[in-house]
């Protein structure tokens, strides 16, 4: 039987896993935290994510405990529509999309798996082309090593060496937050050189999230963010006021690099350690579970490896370039562009948009 070593136990490293399962692969995944935090953030599935969970035999169970969006655009700060997604064509043409909480997606996964497989508490220190692991409970060798350990990735360096994410330029606060009234609508409001984003959760809650142009590593707090978004339309200052300081996340935003090869020997990187990209488009997770269906697909077909690379790499980093693309347009924060920025968004066709989207969304395994 072939064996997988899978460094890192997100949702990118947990869906590898099983996808390696269903192929008859026997599968270690090494996670270095103890145990998932129920804090964190919801996280958009799209179309193309949704055929890849499918493919995984846990699409069902995923919609089950997700909340179909229901409409969505972006507004400016008083509100005021700048574009609005054609929700009925999107679902007639790639299907709806479906917002869930991270931790919920990531226990569908997990419960998937066979008992054992996941190994929590375990920190890697090395990986080699030949298929070793080096970790805080001993050594471990396998016939492929799947580097799913993110942005700072340990297994990347044995693949492409040191490689430095790059910054940005602005950062975010995400939430989950109970909210008295219901939410209806989910999308964004920009402004300048400011953006938040909200959407509804299945059970009642709101994920939501702020970003700002700021320095590396600058400081803040959750007051801070509340006074730079007061003002704004309905329900952001609610949302704000209700979030809780102790289960935010605060993160500023990175990418990498376009990488020469995903893959090196008997490892093979996927997610945020092959191609971190930026959220504009709302596709990081979503490329992390095609990765894991290609990579299942392709480690049974001669020089599998290479296929993986050939087939991801393109794709994954053209999508990353234009989400990086979208973050340059949507932090504008002089009045004249902006205000350019604005009206090339009211005058754009919702047809237009969706035309757009097709490249993305329209992705089988």
Do not use: K
């Not at 996280?43 to 909340?67: C, K, P, Q, T």
């Not at 690099?257 to 709302?282: C, E, K, Q, Y």
């Amino acid at each position: 039987m072939s064996t997988a070593i899978v460094v890192g136990g997100g949702i990118g490293g947990t869906a590898a896993a099983l996808a390696l399962v269903g192929r008859g692969w026997s599968v270690q995944v090494l996670e270095r935290v103890p145990e998932v935090e129920a804090v964190g953030s919801g996280i958009s599935l799209w179309s193309n994510a949704l055929r890849a969970l499918d493919a995984l035999g846990v699409g069902d169970a995923v919609r089950a405990h997700g909340m179909a969006e229901v409409s969505a655009g972006v507004r400016d700060e008083r509100g005021r529509w700048l574009s609005r997604t054609d929700v009925t064509t999107l679902r007639e043409r790639f299907g709806a999309p479906v917002v869930i909480h991270r931790a919920r997606l990531l226990d569908i996964l997990r419960a998937a798996l066979p008992e054992g497989v996941v190994r929590t508490g375990i920190s890697v220190r090395e990986a080699t082309v030949d298929g070793r692991v080096l970790h805080s409970a001993g050594t471990s060798c396998a016939d492929l090593v799947v580097g799913a350990d993110g942005i700072r990735s340990v297994v990347r360096r044995a693949v492409c060496g040191d490689v430095a994410p790059r910054y940005a330029g602005y950062t975010a606060w995400r939430a989950v937050i109970d909210l008295d009234e219901p939410l209806t609508e989910f999308g964004e409001t920009w402004g300048r050189g400011r953006r938040f984003g909200m959407a509804p959760l299945a059970d009642g809650r709101v994920y939501c999230f702020a970003v700002y142009n700021a320095p590396e590593h600058a400081p803040g707090s959750l007051a801070d963010v509340g006074e730079l978004f007061a003002g704004w339309h309905h329900p952001i200052p609610a949302l704000l006021a209700a979030a809780d300081p102790h289960a935010v996340l605060h993160n500023d935003i990175y990418d990498l690099p376009a990488l020469s090869t995903f893959t090196a020997g008997r490892i093979a990187l996927l997610g945020d350690a092959a191609h971190a990209m930026t959220p504009n488009l709302g596709q990081g997770g979503c490329q992390a579970l095609e990765d894991a269906v290609i990579l299942g697909n392709s480690v049974g077909e001669p020089n599998g490896l290479a296929e993986y690379d050939r087939r991801r790499r393109p794709r994954a980093q053209m999508i990353a370039r234009r989400s990086a693309r979208i973050g340059t347009i949507a932090q504008l924060s002089t009045p004249t562009a902006v205000a350019l920025r604005d009206t090339a968004m009211r005058l754009t066709p919702a047809s237009a948009q969706l035309r757009a989207m097709a490249t993305v969304l329209d992705w089988t395994c």
